[in-house]
């Protein structure tokens, strides 16, 4: 502590608690990560099943609800993430009350990420085999017990990638987020310490983002490589 005191004094200063402190930083930043996970990932999920069920060749073929939801979330990954900001506030305002905060950063986070996942889950639903899919509908399989027990079961290890894929790009997001006020690691590494020239700050926070990033990764790998085993 003493070493962190003397060679990075501005990120010693702000302390583990209080309004900016690191504790406060880093629990925005999971907040965020988790709640646009969450909503985002359900959303997106629903999304690449229905493209996937909706397909020519999807066990309930429909062009016309499959190219709404394509246009969707083709439209979706297009914007970029700052314009999707400022684009849905006025929605953001509706839902949260405010257009500023952590809470408020859900909103866009979850309308960001969810095209993204949405297509992953659609490429990794679609690299399940057909004979396994075609096997299930021979012994009189419901499409509910497809997609429960075929989809998703087999496809659980390609899931298990494509949403740590996900979440490493949510965490990049957040960071974007909190740059513009959101708050969370973002904010801490941008304002408090690029635009106030404490370049500790900012490399601490940067590390701390990219420890987030590890974690994640690791813990995907694990999960991915366990259910591919099972």
Do not use: C
């Not at 999707?84 to 305002?93: E, H, W």
């Not at 909190?178 to 801490?188: D, E, R, S």
Request: aromatic share 10%.
């Amino acid at each position: 502590m003493g070493w962190i005191e003397e060679h990075m004094p501005n990120a010693y200063a702000l302390g583990w608690s209080g309004d900016y402190g690191w504790g406060v930083a880093i629990w925005q930043t999971f907040y965020m990560t988790l709640g646009a996970a969450i909503i985002g990932g359900i959303i997106g999920l629903l999304f690449g099943i229905g493209l996937v069920l909706t397909a020519d060749d999807g066990i309930a073929p429909n062009r016309t609800v499959f190219q709404i939801l394509d246009k969707i979330v083709s439209v979706g990954r297009a914007i970029p993430f700052i314009i999707m900001v400022v684009a849905f506030s006025p929605l953001t305002q509706l839902i949260v009350g405010t257009t500023i905060g952590t809470t408020a950063a859900l909103v866009p986070l979850s309308l960001g990420v969810f095209p993204f996942y949405a297509r992953q889950v659609q490429v990794a639903l679609l690299g399940v085999e057909s004979g396994k899919v075609e096997a299930a509908r021979s012994f009189g399989a419901t499409n509910w017990d497809i997609i429960s027990d075929v989809y998703l079961r087999e496809g659980r290890a390609e899931l298990i990638r494509v949403s740590t894929v996900t979440l490493i790009s949510l965490v990049g997001l957040t960071a974007m987020a909190g740059a513009i006020g959101a708050g969370g690691l973002g904010t801490t590494a941008i304002v408090t310490g690029y635009q106030r020239f404490q370049n500790d700050v900012m490399w601490t926070a940067t590390v701390i983002i990219l420890l987030f990033i590890v974690i994640i990764q690791f813990v995907g790998d694990l999960l991915a490589k366990h259910a591919r085993h099972n």
